[in-house]
């Protein structure tokens, strides 16, 4: 062999490894929101989704692509099996948690509320529901629900037969339906609800309050360990209603609040003395808030003043 002839071998093999890295690279991005959102609503933690896709990512890059029919659900196939793998150690962890746990809210943007499916599953309240799933459960639901993904796809993501994995939907379907909302809320009923609380925090009024929540409204605050939170679920109008007096005497006249898009819904952004405080969301059942969501924790506040893009 000439040596012209051995230095075109040797430029091409390094050509041919960049131009995999290249149509590895373009596929992950591509599919980089989809994943991004799989792994979210798997673990409810933005932070814990990044570092997935990172494991993801790592993982993507050693295979040949010459053998993936589908690299849309090769990619959402690895990312499945290390959100998995990442729940079960997030389970463990927050049986330590300081105070009720609530998932990670995210600034999204005005158009993921016009998906009513996308936005339903990425509510707090939704996530909240997909919580009291075993992690199995919760990935067949997300995938086969939210996303559509057939028998068999899930079977191969999270590592069961078709028939197991028909079996599991099922069971987390009807889980699931016990326990989420009665209805989709309107966009209008979740603002006017906000726009109540809105009112009771600029005029000190809790009546506007009042007026909007359930009876057997629950309350939960998040503070992590870190902000100062109530340490159980709040259970009652006339308790939650003591909670805000409470929360306003000590605070009302620092406090501001500030209408946003939240996890695909109407939310608010509080905060004392211009600096954020925390996120305020709620569950909405026949025009009643009956769930109140207040996340406090600053660990959980670095998705709100940028928006993250979700996608089915």
Known sequence: MSERSERTV?????LARGDRMDSATEAFVAH?????????EMLGSAADAEDVLQETWLRWVGVDLDTVRDQRAYLVKITTRQALTRLRTLRRRRESYVGP?????????????????????????????????????RAVFVLREVFDFGYGEIAEAVGKSPAAVRQIAHRARSHVAARQPRGVASPNETRRALEAFQRTVETGDLQHLLDILA??????????????????????ADKVARLFTV???????????????????????????GE??????????????????YVRNPEK??????????SR
């Open 301 to 310: 506040l670095s998705r709100v003043e940028q928006e993250t893009a979700v």
């Open 10 to 14: 040797d430029t091409a093999e390094p």
């Open 101 to 137: 746990w609530l998932p990670e809210p995210l600034l999204t943007a005005p158009d993921v509320a016009e998906d009513v499916e996308l936005a339903e599953s990425v509510s707090m309240a939704m996530l909240l529901v997909l919580e009291t799933l075993t992690p199995t459960e």
């Open 247 to 273: 929360g306003l005497t000590m605070f009302g006249a620092d406090m501001s609040v500030e209408p946003v898009q939240v996890n695909g819904g109407p939310a608010l952004i509080v905060r004392l003395n």
């Open 32 to 40: 980089r929101n989809l994943l991004f959102t799989v792994a979210y």
């Open 276 to 293: 954020i405080d925390g996120v305020v969301a709620m569950r909405i059942d026949d025009g009643l808030v009956t769930g109140f969501y």
């Open 215 to 236: 009876p057997d409204v629950v309350a939960i605050s998040d503070g992590g360990g870190v902000k100062q939170a109530v340490l159980r679920p709040v259970v009652g």
